[in-house]
């Protein structure tokens, strides 16, 4: 049955600091951190896409897992800001990696992109379709930020995040995933046919990523074995910090069993939950037999939850991300 063991992430190299966007954008940086909780984000350079990263990502999970590439069935990336409009970025991953066994395809359901992509992974190990399964989600979203809208532009950042999906001969670690769509206002969080720029209705996205992501929590945990007492670590798509903390508050949930990352890296989309579970690993919030609960909620409408339990130890042997930058051309 289906469980995680490996685990990796890709950050662009370049910071930016509220700092610098208020002076470009002449407001406080008081103004944006109290409206998004995010002090830095990273953005991509020239030379970096959403295929370098997640590249680079999915070389140190299975590093991590202690997998060569072409050990890999499949590789799925995430991702609404793909490197071509066709082929997929998923090959161009495949092929940097070496994976030459492996088939690919992308996957796009916004910032819940990879929450979806985990859960058809985990499906198809428990079904016996696939083995190993690279799940990568990445975004370059500020190569679509309109920089003299504050309203948007301060949200976002670029990553990559991948983890490597296995079977096992023990019970899935991958538990029920409760997966949800609304595409009737599709211009409320939108990339227009032919526009340069992302379009987004702040208030209405608000409240509508709250309510979505609660209850769709709650009914991960209501359709799994986890008691009505018990709370799991919430390791949620980092939207905005306020969008965050609302929901805990909705759950009711312990301010120290929410993962809050987005301070340091922005909204990072597809990336965001890996790069969270990175950070709660490396904070030592997560230990082997853990129970995790994932949620996202992004353009779409798409959202979800699933409920998981931890397998992978803080002590990961290293990436080769050097070696593998090389070989990608970044």
Excluded at 279 to 299: E, H, K, M, N
Aim: proline share 5%.
């Amino acid at each position: 049955m289906a469980r995680i063991t490996g685990l990796g992430t890709a950050l662009p190299e370049q910071k930016l600091h509220n700092s610098e966007l208020a002076s470009r954008l002449e407001v406080s940086q008081e103004w944006i951190f109290e409206r998004t909780g995010i002090v830095s984000r990273r953005v991509a350079g020239d030379h970096e896409s959403s295929g370098s990263l997640a590249t680079e990502a999915g070389a140190a999970a299975l590093a991590t897992a202690g997998l060569p590439a072409d050990a890999v069935d499949l590789v799925i990336v995430a991702t609404i800001t793909p490197d071509y409009q066709f082929p997929s970025t998923a090959s161009l991953v495949q092929s940097a990696l070496g994976a030459r066994h492996a088939g690919a395809y992308d996957l796009g359901a916004g910032c819940s992109g990879w929450l979806f992509a985990l859960a058809q992974a985990g499906a198809l190990v428990d079904t016996g379709a696939a083995e190993r399964v690279l799940v990568c989600g990445a975004d370059v979203l500020t190569k679509f930020s309109d920089y003299s809208d504050p309203r948007s532009c301060v949200i976002f950042g670029d990553g990559a995040g991948a983890v490597v999906v296995e079977s096992s001969r023990g019970p899935t670690d991958l538990g029920r995933f409760v997966l949800r769509s609304d595409g009737s206002d599709p211009d409320l969080l939108c990339l227009p046919k032919g526009g340069r720029f992302i379009r987004m209705q702040g208030r209405e996205v608000y409240r509508r990523a709250v309510d979505a992501m609660a209850t769709s929590v709650e009914e991960a945990l209501a359709a799994s074995d986890v008691g009505p007492d018990e709370r799991p670590l919430l390791v949620a798509h980092q939207a905005n910090a306020r969008i965050l903390e609302a929901v805990q508050r909705r759950l009711g949930w312990p301010p120290d069993r929410v993962v809050i990352n987005i301070d340091h890296v922005g909204n990072t989309s597809s990336a965001s939950i890996p790069l969270a579970l990175e950070s709660a690993l490396q904070d030592g919030l997560l230990t082997p037999g853990d129970r995790v609960v994932l949620t996202a909620f992004g353009t779409g409408f798409a959202w979800g939850a699933g409920v998981m339990r931890w397998t992978l130890p803080a002590t990961r042997p290293s990436s080769g991300v050097p070696e593998i930058r090389e070989a990608a051309g970044v």
